[in-house]
């Protein structure tokens, strides 16, 4: 029950001081980790707070969550982490962008972020050769992604996906 957890949290606060704390939530986080329940290893990498460990946690769970129809989630955890961190890490961003396009929600401003953090458009890739293949790639896939459009389905049979999407979860 949500009281007695907050009764709990709340004698954890009283009985250790904030490194101690810390130090038992990077413990829990890497359990989390070593056991594969990665969304329960991010949530308390968040609460030492190391967003640098709960962004590279997410990285390596992308595959699971796209494997595992926990694409929602995935995007949850996500968008609890400051914007501003997130938006240097264009991997996961466009990580969240595919998981959007899936679940039928808007990526784009997902693909903008990747684009601000290269400062140029995605189309550059195209004739830019002097560009590193990792930014290439990565801006060539905002095009990829940029390519699919969700209302080229027909609207029943998208409303019917998202309907069985939202009973899966």
Known sequence: HHLFADLLRQRLRDSFSVDDIAR??????????SQNTIPAAVRHACQIPDTTRAIELLEQYAGLSFAGNELPRL?????????????????LCM???????ATGEPYIPWLEIIEKHFA?????????????????????????LRQQDFEVFDPNKRDRLLAIQRQMD
């Open 95 to 101: 990580t969240v962008a595919w998981a959007l396009l």
């Open 75 to 91: 995007v949850e955890l996500v968008r609890n982490l400051p914007a501003e961190q997130i938006q240097s890490h264009p991997k």
């Open 24 to 33: 038992l939530n990077r413990a829990a986080s890497e359990w989390y980790e």
């Open 120 to 144: 140029c458009p995605a189309e550059i890739a195209l004739s830019d050769e002097s560009l590193s293949p990792e930014v290439r790639a990565a801006l060539l896939e905002v095009l990829i």
